[in-house]
């Protein structure tokens, strides 16, 4: 099928911590990964004093904010903010169980891309589980318009991103990718790609509490005369395109299972991925649940429909 099909489910094989900073928040935040048995997807509780300590599952279902990031649970209670660059970590990488610890209500921004986690998670190393894998396998084209910006769902026989901007600055223009989704692929051309902003929108963000944590050390800044001031200039010529991919992978990860089909979005963001997985999800008829099955002769795979009532956390 040309796909990379793991026919079981995954976790980490340790434990470890990472420390930074939220770009919104600007404050201090550490966060610790733990193994988890299968059927447990990511899950995070926050453990500092302000929060009552109930796990939050990285779902569909528990997104509370998309403006400039992605969040989950009450904004005005128990959530987590800035999830996507993570969460496109563990879903790039292959990682479907893990129990996630934080001490503050923002995920660290490390360097604003994805590299620190999948670079952890190579060191912490990935285990197989006993339990089978499934898929969203996506089996008639799903599409929704929000202004000048699209993003659709197609039937295609493996994971595959197709992410189209056009911004009105020479310094990005107008920028297309198309890639075929592996955890090689993932960590080689899209994981490093950092996130982006604009010098004049600074102030603006600032006084309403925003980006408070940004710099030249987590993001990419376009300045007053439209080009790049970090002064280490782009880690790849279209890295603009690649960083709205790498959000693409983690805000669709958020399906609570990896899908089988091809997103496709032109200028797209945090909150219309979002909108684009709940129409996936709410249309039952858009796609069927699979697992890897092998044959009995040959060491090929097949991927076979699977009756999974109880295993559905996508269900919103």
């Known amino acids: 099928m040309g796909i990379e099909l793991l026919e079981y489910q995954t976790t980490l094989k340790s434990r470890f911590s990472l420390s930074g900073i939220g770009v919104h928040s600007g404050k201090p935040v550490s966060i610790h990964f733990s193994p988890a048995e299968a059927d447990t997807g990511v899950v995070f509780q926050r453990i500092d004093e302000e929060a009552s300590g109930r796990e939050i599952r990285a779902l569909a279902a528990e997104v509370g904010e998309t403006d400039l990031c992605t969040g989950l649970g009450d904004p005005s209670g128990d959530h987590v903010a800035t999830v996507e660059h993570l969460m496109a ?21 490390m360097d604003g891309s994805a590299a620190a986690f999948v670079e952890a998670f190579r060191q912490a190393g ?10 969203i396998r996506i089996v008639k084209p799903v599409r929704i318009d929000m202004g000048g910006s699209w993003a659709e769902f197609q039937p295609y026989e493996g994971t595959r991103f197709e992410i189209e901007i056009d911004f009105d600055t020479p310094a990005i223009g107008r920028q297309a990718l ?24 600074v102030e603006r963000l600032w006084a309403a509490g925003f980006a408070l944590g940004s710099s030249l050390e987590n993001s990419v800044v376009i300045g007053e005369d439209h080009r790049v001031i970090n002064m280490e200039g782009l880690r790849y010529p279209d890295e603009f395109v690649r960083h709205k991919m790498l959000d693409a992978v983690g805000d669709l990860a958020l399906a609570g299972a990896r899908f089988i089909g091809c997103f496709r979005s032109y ?48 269900v919103l």
């Open 126 to 135: 990935i285990e197989q589980l006993a339990e089978k894998r499934r898929y």
């Open 178 to 201: 198309s890639i075929d989704m592996s955890a090689d692929v993932f960590a080689r051309e899209v994981a490093r790609a950092r996130t982006f902003g604009f010098i004049k929108d």
């Open 267 to 314: 200028r797209g963001g945090h909150r219309l991925n979002a909108a684009a997985l709940r129409h996936l999800l709410t249309d039952r008829s858009a796609f069927e649940i699979v697992e890897t099955t092998r044959r009995e002769r040959g060491r090929g795979a097949e991927m076979v429909a699977v009756n999974a009532p109880v295993y559905a956390p996508w």
């Open 89 to 109: 970590a563990l879903s790039g990488m292959g990682v479907d169980n893990v129990a996630i610890e934080i001490d503050g209500s923002e995920v660290p921004i």
